[in-house]
């Protein structure tokens, strides 16, 4: 299994632009969800999904948008990029949508808007 | 909001030592659990302690529960120079209706060979 699969690893963005973040899970997990990790900040939570077609928003849900159609995908689209967007995001996937379940995460893609 | 706050922000320690972390969380919770970071890489689960639990063991890893004062603290013995990493705390709010996990900011571990 490989897991959680995010890409790409790093991306550069004019402020303004559009771009979708991917992330694949290959373990049948039924919860995905999406974080942005800043320094000084810890890790904040931007959009989740307990299944395929359900989704809900986070902590920090404005100026991103996240569709899930399948099990395995779940990409979190930044709709018209700022300052301060950039950031380290990650992926993670569990089990199951309850408690008492741990997380599964990506390697993160590190994106910078200009 | 951040649920969970860790403590110290950093530690440095020597290969050997044993390394503690201690988190401070606000609300009632299902559960706590830890994670570790290492360098330009995801967080890596740890251990998950239950509401209803007050002390696991996972190799070198200890993990206290006082739901009571709302803290939890991680213990690694035996340190080692591969234990340098980040370490988060994240706890998962009672009654939150669904998974949301949420996270501190973190303790930097550096042991030194």
């Known amino acids: 299994n490989a897991g959680v699969t995010q890409t790409p690893k790093f991306q550069v963005l004019k402020t303004g632009q559009s771009m979708t973040l991917q992330c694949a899970q290959d373990m049948n997990h039924e919860y995905m969800s999406w974080y942005r990790q800043d320094p000084g900040m810890g890790l904040r939570l931007i959009h989740y999904s307990v299944g395929a077609g359900i989704t809900d928003q986070g902590e920090v849900p404005n100026g991103y948008n996240v569709s899930r159609s399948t099990t395995e995908d779940f990409p979190l689209r930044l709709l018209s990029a700022a300052p301060s967007q950039t950031s380290v995001y990650f992926c993670?996937?569990?089990?199951?949508?309850?408690?008492?379940?741990?997380?599964?995460f990506g390697n993160g893609t590190r994106l910078t808007v200009t | 909001s951040q649920q969970g706050e860790e403590d110290p922000q950093a530690l440095s320690i020597q290969e050997g030592e044993n390394a503690t972390m201690n988190c401070s969380y606000k609300?009632?919770?299902?559960?706590l659990q830890w994670y570790r970071q290492n360098s330009g890489r995801g967080l890596v689960h740890l251990i998950l302690?239950?509401?209803?639990?007050r002390e696991k063991h996972s190799g070198r890893l200890r993990v206290t529960l006082d739901t009571s004062k709302k803290s939890s603290s991680l213990l690694i013995t035996a340190s080692r120079a591969a234990d340098t990493a980040s370490y988060f705390c994240?706890?998962?709010?009672?009654?939150?209706?669904?998974?949301?996990?949420?996270f501190g900011k973190g303790t930097k571990l550096s042991v030194i060979p």
């Open positions: 609300t009632s919770i299902n559960n």
């Open positions: 993670a996937s569990s089990p199951r949508r309850s408690y008492n379940s741990p997380l599964h």
């Open positions: 994240a706890t998962d709010p009672l009654g939150a209706g669904s998974y949301q996990l949420t």
């Open positions: 302690i239950r509401s209803n639990e």
